[in-house]
């Protein structure tokens, strides 16, 4: 039978659907996106450190984090560094992005390390680097940092769009964007191809695990803070689920060295993400030793850090469980938003663990580099 109304209401269904995804989009954007109001160290932070002001019930056993804190490195810029405003343009689209030199690296004829830094939402290239103190890491260690930026045309609280099918596989969206960036950056700046390494925080997170997985031939390991697993949505109506739930995403077939941050107190994002990715990261492995170790830093926070690697050799994948800690980057600066700087030194744990792996001769040659 002719139904004279079939297409209007074709036409309505599909607008109300554009509708309702754009809305849900903008929902979680805006739970993501820093409060402007508010201050700078995360409600989570503060609560803790009334909680540890008593007596705690780890007590003598819990062991002082080894690794030192960042979390009192400001942004500023050394004598004879830079940390310059550059766009990259693609067929894949433009985007600005902040490049970091140390002093040390300027005239030197030496090949260096890279790390990639993917912002989260709401946040920029220059409020992610003042909040991590990844600049002063390199510093000290010799890398450049490079800082993509998401544009608010691109999403409206500048999230990556790691959500989105058209954004999640090899040569397409924001991955070949971004692969494109790094790559130009390894071919200009003196890079070593061997020593490419990716880390976000939240969406960035995620993001930054999309690229590692589609691209093993660039990045040679990955660092997720409180982020999502390869897969874990489809679009944006499946993202609430995934960030208040958790879902384990997609099996992952390419070794990709992984080391994830979470706190066990995230409401934004579900500890359970964590553990899903640490889950996926290790399907690749045929057996790795696995060891524990129950810490707490001079600032009182606790973590457990799960290490899985051959016998004493290098951790393939690295797990930290930060207690009482939020949506977060743990052991950053107050200065930047989403930190907290009574964690352990995720940056300074991340530059550790990537610094110990390459990408093998085989990939660099798949990828030209």
Not at 126 to 148: H, I, K, Q, S, W
Not at 174 to 180: Q, V
Not at 217 to 230: E, K, M, N, R, T
Request: hydrophobic share 35%; glycine share 12%.
């Amino acid at each position: 039978m002719f139904d004279p109304f079939k297409r209007a209401r074709s036409k309505a269904t599909k607008k109300i659907r554009r509708a309702t995804v754009s809305a849900m989009t903008d929902a979680w954007g805006a739970m993501l996106e820093p409060a402007k109001a508010r201050a700078r160290k995360t409600p989570e932070a503060k609560g803790a450190a009334r909680k540890v002001s008593g007596k705690s019930s780890v007590g003598k056993t819990a062991s002082k984090s080894r690794i030192p804190t960042t979390a009192q490195s400001k942004l500023s810029v050394p004598r004879g560094a830079t940390f310059r405003n550059e766009t990259f343009k693609s067929e894949f689209g433009t985007r600005s992005y902040k490049l970091y030199v140390p002093a040390g690296v300027q005239a030197g004829p030496d090949l260096r390390p890279l790390i990639v830094m993917l912002h989260g939402c709401g946040q920029s290239p220059v409020d992610f680097a003042r909040g991590t103190g990844m600049n002063a890491l390199a510093e000290e260690f010799g890398f450049l940092v490079l800082y993509p930026g998401q544009a608010r045309e691109a999403h409206n609280y500048r999230c990556w769009n790691w959500y989105r099918r058209g954004d999640q596989t090899r040569g397409a969206g924001e991955p070949a964007l971004l692969a494109g960036m790094t790559r130009h950056i390894i071919g200009s700046q003196g890079i070593d191809p061997a020593k490419v390494y990716v880390a976000g925080l939240s969406a960035g997170a995620a993001a930054g695990l999309i690229l590692a997985t589609e691209y093993p031939d660039i990045f040679a390991a990955a660092g997720a803070h409180s982020g999502l697993a390869v897969g874990a949505a489809h679009d944006a109506a499946s993202v609430p689920k995934a960030m208040q739930s958790g879902v384990p995403g997609q099996r992952h077939t390419v070794k990709v060295p992984t080391i994830i941050f979470h706190g066990s107190s995230d409401r934004v994002v579900n500890p359970r993400n964590g553990r899903f990715i640490a889950i996926r990261a290790l399907e690749p492995f045929d057996r790795l030793d696995r060891s524990e170790k129950c810490g707490r830093t001079l600032r009182g926070r606790e973590y457990m850090r799960t290490v899985h690697q051959v016998g004493k050799g290098r951790p393939y994948v690295e797990q930290w469980t930060v207690h009482g800690a939020g949506h977060a980057w743990s052991g950053g600066h107050a200065d930047g938003s989403y930190t907290d700087p009574k964690g352990p030194d995720a940056s300074r744990a991340m530059v550790q663990f990537f610094l110990k792996h390459r990408t093998t001769k085989k990939r660099r040659n798949y990828a030209g580099l």
